[in-house]
């Protein structure tokens, strides 16, 4: 059975950074791909940032280009989202996503069938 875990998530004033960490496990491969998705009260739930299975191709919203860094472990089974130069319009719940596909990224978003539990980012002004 697939499972991801999100963490590291908390309150942090604007400009400060976070980083969050995806425990996977369960896949038969590492050719995993790994997205990460927020959603912010009242708002749908946005793709953030995805990573390809092989980390050759990554995506960023346009929101958060320049600011954040996704990053893969395969031998950790772990993912992160490293934000820097946090903004209050980033507070959100973040969720990280996978499945086994060879897509690059953003494509790879459509063929992630898991899901983690979010883990709750707050940015003060």
């Known amino acids: 059975e697939v499972q991801l875990q999100a963490s590291g998530g908390g309150l942090v004033q604007a400009g400060g950074s976070l980083r969050l960490s995806c425990a996977v496990s369960?896949?038969?491969?590492?050719?995993?791909?790994i997205g990460w998705f927020r959603q912010a009260p009242g708002k749908e739930r946005e793709g953030v940032s995805c990573?390809?299975?092989?980390?050759?191709?990554?995506y960023y919203a346009d929101s958060v280009k320049g600011r954040f860094t996704v990053i893969s472990d395969k031998p950790k089974n772990a993912a992160y989202l490293q934000m820097n130069s946090l903004k209050p319009e980033d507070t959100a719940v973040y969720y990280c996503?996978?499945?086994?596909?060879?897509?690059?990224?953003?494509?790879?978003?459509?063929?992630?069938?898991?899901w983690g539990k979010g883990t709750l980012v707050t940015v003060s002004s």
């Open positions: 369960g896949f038969t491969s590492d050719d995993y791909a």
């Open positions: 990573i390809s299975g092989t980390g050759r191709s990554t």
């Open positions: 996503r996978a499945g086994l596909t060879y897509l690059t990224c953003p494509e790879a978003y459509d063929k992630m069938d898991y």
